[in-house]
């Protein structure tokens, strides 16, 4: 089982700017990894997704053309900066990842992923 450990996140007026990291313990057997964020009440949803190789990425179109996803492989390290950031954007983030690839609809779901990692604030004030 890959172990995931997040850092970053915290708290931002909107408008402003806060970076997710997700390091995680073992990529060899890595497929797909994604950002997901849950907040009280509501399903996990799913943010961004990235295919290992770091071409392929997939936004949610709630947070396309302000966050980015990328994956230093070597480092095994996967970031989310998030810029312009909205109260919206407020949610506990996870970050995730699967060991088989999956067409665009199923790396969206979080049944998809098999390791998770603890789950890091962002809060974002209007």
């Known amino acids: 089982q890959v172990q995931l450990e997040e850092s970053g996140g915290g708290s931002v007026q909107a408008g402003g700017s806060l970076r997710l990291s997700c390091q995680a313990s073992?990529?060899?057997?890595?497929?797909?990894m994604a950002w997901f964020r849950q907040t009280v009440g509501k399903e996990r949803e799913v943010v961004a997704v990235?295919?290992?190789?770091?071409?392929?990425?997939v936004y949610d179109d709630s947070v396309k053309g302000r966050f980015t996803i990328s994956l230093d492989q070597p480092k095994k390290l996967m970031t989310l900066q998030m810029n312009n950031l909205k109260p919206e954007d407020t949610a506990m983030y996870y970050c995730?990842?699967?060991?088989?690839?999956?067409?665009?609809?199923?790396?969206?779901?979080?049944?998809?992923?098999?390791?998770w990692g603890q789950g890091r604030q962002v809060t974002v004030s209007s």
């Open positions: 995730a990842s699967a060991t088989w690839y999956g067409t665009r609809a199923l790396v969206v779901r979080a049944d998809h992923y098999a390791s």
């Open positions: 073992d990529i060899s057997k890595i497929k797909v």
């Open positions: 990235i295919y290992i190789g770091g071409v392929t990425t």
